[in-house]
């Protein structure tokens, strides 16, 4: 894992008294609110309906089990006793009050963290896959290039008041676990014909209200030359992007309008240029970095077999361990998806749990999940029933990674203030309707996604099936949107009609659900079978 | 009339600046006035007899000026380069960090909060107009081989 030098303590250390005095300044009345706004939106502190959410970054969601615990004081000290885990790899406290804002990023200074740049108009926590270093899949370990950029991106002079937010991930495998292609800048470490690494730079994809998969600007960026490639593509953006019109200034819509080739050109022209001044970092710092990410110490001569004679067990083995790229290890997901529970929450207890587990048996370390779960990467086979045996004492060891009731929903009506609808209660339903009619277990991969309102933060465009909620006459109301996904084919769901209500709406998956079964082929998921059969078997059954 | 907090020993230019479309008109002016939309680089070729160029912030959300300064610098402009508008005290280290080397807020800052914000930051993560080593070459040094 990364850790801070003199340097990086420093600099979270200045941002805390920073922020201290930018709170005094505010309410001196130095400050107006509109001035403040950008200031603490930019320390994650966000004003939601009921009180301020403090939004606190995991880069490329890598955690120790010390962070995980002051994640959890934090969540008692000035929260409810909860967290609530997102789909940036993040987490975010929904009832913080303004004057204990610079006591807790003080806290999450103490142990190496901090709330910088997860909101605003700038560039956002870098999010990565979250099974980097574990999977056997991977060209090389993706975070040292994210972590590198986050020094970069970090505080960046010309960046800090883009045309709107910016979201980057970086992956290094075929296999796309971090919705890379959906992001204003999605990097794969790629390899060339000559054998060298190099960054293949996708840009312009979101989701939001107007959802766009990101066009290959250029196939092989040397390495030495990423944090100018990436410098060029933002000042291309924060000198020409969209600034009449809030809901047209992401750079999807700059690349959109001008079209792939004419931002390409425009990149390449910056990038030229910025080549000449040296904003590089020396080879040596990429080297430095990753030395913190090299694999752990993992034993050699391991048992590879499972004692798979206890079924719930054994079901939860097959469902949330995934394959580790040494042998007698795996990646073991803990799911925040309780039946009936709110989709990435997390108890102060909880957390305090799943940071024992990770020290004893994960090498001290766990990654957030863009799908507000939690992994524990690097753990003995022969330590997983163990390990299941604490988790299902506490309410985690639901059996259910990318099943129907494994739901992303964004916090909706019940918390954010841009919401139209409430998310939370129709994932209770659909996850409570599937474990009751006893269909979740037969459904296999589905991947199940609901926003409150058209920005997407839910990613319902990435649903197999997506829900979006919307205000209709002073009524919530529900779309169901079939086909979308996240992963490596990427592609975007598209709404089957009218919309439903709540009760309806959990009809209406189910009834989707139906036809799946009804017409699968062998080895089929959702996904599959709806790219075969199209959209109108299930319109049928919806409203025929 | 603002207040000018200024960082430079020269005399300052004692005429107002001239429009980016006027300026390339009849370039004879020795001031210019950058606004958001106007491109930086067409000041480029002639910037040897340019000795202030102001660049507008309507607003200070807007962050177009932080580009076209370093645009600037890094084309060898050496004369000032000076911020106006609503300019706000907590985008001063930004500014100054893009080469911005004046200051003309519509409203004056508090000089002891202005004075803070210059000297806020311990160490900076990237290179950008004002020369500042980067963490990276205080842990490396600058060879980049």
């Known amino acids: 894992m990364y850790k801070y030098d003199q340097y990086d303590q420093a600099m979270v250390d200045a941002r805390v008294a920073e922020f201290r005095d930018q709170v005094r300044r505010r309410l001196e009345g130095k400050l107006s609110e509109d001035q403040f706004k950008p200031l603490r939106l930019m320390n994650g502190l966000y004003l939601q309906l009921h009180a301020y959410m403090l939004r606190v970054a995991v880069p490329y969601g890598t955690l120790n089990s010390r962070q995980m615990r002051a994640l959890a004081d934090i969540a008692e000290k000035y929260d409810r006793g909860y967290g609530h885990f997102t789909t940036r790899q993040n987490i975010q406290y929904n009832w913080i009050k303004l004057e204990d804002a610079g006591d807790i990023l003080a806290d999450l200074a103490a142990v190496e963290m901090h709330a910088i740049q997860t909101s605003g108009n700038c560039i956002r926590n870098i999010s990565s896959d979250h099974f980097a270093g574990a999977t056997a899949d991977e060209l090389v370990d993706p975070r040292p290039y994210a972590e590198l950029l986050r020094q970069w991106s970090s505080f960046h002079p010309e960046f800090l008041a883009l045309p709107r937010k910016f979201k980057i991930a970086v992956i290094a495998s075929e296999a796309d676990r971090a919705a890379m292609k959906l992001h204003d800048i999605g990097i794969r470490i790629v390899k060339n014909d000559a054998g060298e690494l190099g960054a293949a730079f996708y840009v312009g994809g979101g989701m939001g209200r107007t959802p766009m998969i990101a066009p290959c600007i250029r196939e092989f960026v040397p390495l030495d030359q990423l944090v100018t490639y990436a410098e060029a593509c933002l000042r291309v953006y924060n000198r020409h992007g969209r600034r009449d019109n809030k809901f047209k200034a992401r750079i999807k819509i700059l690349v959109h309008e001008l079209g792939a080739d004419e931002y390409t050109r425009q990149v390449e022209e910056e990038f030229a240029h910025l080549l000449d001044q040296g904003i590089e970092p020396p080879r040596a710092e990429l080297e430095r970095i990753k030395t913190f990410f090299a694999d752990p110490a993992f034993e050699t001569d391991l048992p590879e077999d499972i004692d798979r004679s206890d079924p719930e067990f054994a079901l939860w083995v097959d469902r949330n361990c995934v394959a580790h790229k040494a042998p007698g290890y795996v990646s073991a997901v803990i799911s925040l998806k309780p039946v009936g529970g709110i989709p990435g929450d997390a108890s102060a207890e909880q957390m305090r749990l799943i940071a024992d587990l990770a020290k004893r048996y994960s090498f001290d370390e766990l990654r957030v999940m863009h799908t507000q779960n939690i992994v524990l990467p690097h753990v003995r086979k022969a330590d997983l029933h163990a390990l299941w045996s604490a988790l299902d004492e506490a309410g985690l060891a639901a059996p259910n990674l990318d099943q129907v009731d494994d739901i992303i929903a964004c916090p909706g009506l019940d918390y954010c203030s841009l919401a139209n609808a409430r998310s939370i209660p129709v994932a209770q339903q659909i996850s409570e309707r599937f474990a009751a009619n006893g269909k979740g277990k037969i459904l296999g991969e589905l991947k199940l996604k609901i926003s409150g309102c058209i920005n997407a933060c839910g990613h319902h465009h990435a649903g197999h099936i997506g829900i979006l909620g919307v205000d209709r006459k002073g009524v919530e109301n529900y779309q169901l949107l079939l086909g979308g996904s996240e992963a490596d084919d990427t592609s975007l769901g598209k709404i089957t009609g009218p919309g439903f209500d709540e009760a309806g709406i959990v009809d209406a998956v189910e009834k989707a659900t139906d036809v799946y079964l009804a017409r699968r082929q062998d080895g089929e998921r959702f996904l599959d079978t709806y790219r075969r059969i199209g959209m109108e078997p299930f319109k049928e059954a919806l409203y025929g | ?145």
């Open chain 2, 1 to 145: 009339m603002a207040e000018l907090l200024r960082f430079r020993d020269d005399e300052p230019v004692d005429h107002p600046a001239v429009t980016v479309d006027a300026f390339l008109d009849q370039s004879n002016a020795a001031a210019v006035r950058i606004e958001p939309g106007d491109d930086a680089r067409a000041l480029i070729p002639h910037l040897d007899h340019v000795r202030l160029v102001e660049v507008n912030f309507p607003a200070f959300t807007d962050g177009r000026g932080y580009s076209a300064a370093r645009v600037l610098r890094e084309a060898g402009y050496a004369g000032e380069l000076r911020a106006v508008g609503d300019v706000l005290v907590d985008q001063l280290s930004a500014m100054r960090r893009c080469g911005f080397d004046s200051f003309a807020p519509d409203r004056p800052f508090d000089p002891a909060d202005a004075d803070a914000a210059f000297r806020h930051w311990p160490h900076v993560y990237q290179p950008a107009a004002d020369g500042r080593v980067p963490i990276w070459n205080l842990r490396h040094g600058t060879d980049n081989g």
